[in-house]
């Protein structure tokens, strides 16, 4: 079983800061790409940003320059900090992580997702 655990959402001003965090944690071998996605109302699940094993990172392009993806392979957390956010952030946000368990199954996993709302 593996089970991912975020937290930091929260209500925030425009131009405001946040910080996400995800744990992944169970019967895990290793974990390969984390990231985060996040789905507005009414709206589809869309890619924010990612984060390999190796540390190569990628960002939608809504959110390069603002956002920041990072990684504690140690501790299987990765993180999202998010800088001068906009209305147009507010959504639930949702971890993703890839990962090979110690049954050696490669698994794809979500979060239960954060809510996070930009607005004055």
């Known amino acids: 079983q593996v089970q991912l655990v975020e937290s930091g959402g929260g209500l925030v001003q425009p131009g405001g800061s946040l910080r996400l965090s995800c744990a992944a944690s169970?019967?895990?071998?290793?974990?390969?790409?984390m990231g985060w996605y996040r789905q507005a109302p009414g709206k589809q699940r869309e890619f924010v940003a990612l984060?390999?094993?190796?540390?190569?990172?990628n960002y939608a392009d809504s959110v390069k320059g603002r956002f920041t993806i990072s990684r504690d392979n140690a501790k299987n957390t990765v993180y999202l900090q998010m800088n001068s956010l906009k209305p147009e952030d507010t959504a639930v946000y949702y971890c993703?992580?890839?990962?090979?368990?110690?049954?050696?199954?490669?698994?794809?996993?979500w979060g239960q997702g954060t809510q996070v709302t930009v607005t004055s």
């Open positions: 993703n992580a890839d990962l090979t368990t110690i049954a050696r199954s490669r698994t794809n996993n």
């Open positions: 984060a390999t094993s190796s540390g190569t990172t």
């Open positions: 169970g019967s895990i071998f290793r974990v390969h790409d």
